[in-house]
């Protein structure tokens, strides 16, 4: 008997050790992931203003008039910048 109480004494020793190793290393993780969130966020952030200054530069007049001047040639696969930018935000969603 008391040498299985030592046993699990042992056991539980190492358990308490390894969960410090592993609430440590969560805290390290935890910290850099709160750091890179912040930056991510930021550009985020920065690439949405980038997207409204886009939508309303091309979503003006001078673009209507681009537009209206220049033809599509049937060999370009892309479609017009004006689709692209939702798709874009779309995905920065």
Same mark, same amino acid.
């Given at each position: 008997? $008391?040498?299985?109480?030592? =046993?699990?004494? /042992? +056991? !539980? ?16 993780? $935890?910290?850099?992931?709160? =750091?890179?969130? /912040? +930056? !991510? ?53």
């Amino acid at each position: 008997m $008391k040498g299985e109480v030592k =046993t699990l004494g /042992a +056991e !539980l020793a190492t358990l308490a050790k390894e969960q410090a190793e592993m609430d440590s290393i969560r805290a390290e993780e $935890k910290a850099a992931y709160d =750091t890179a969130k /912040a +930056e !991510l966020s930021a550009g985020i952030a920065g690439v949405g203003k980038a997207l409204g200054v886009l939508r309303d530069y091309y979503g003006g007049a001078a673009f209507v008039k681009r537009r209206e001047i220049s033809t599509p040639s049937c060999s370009s696969q892309q479609p017009p910048r004006s689709t692209q930018l939702p798709a874009v935000q779309e995905v920065l969603s």
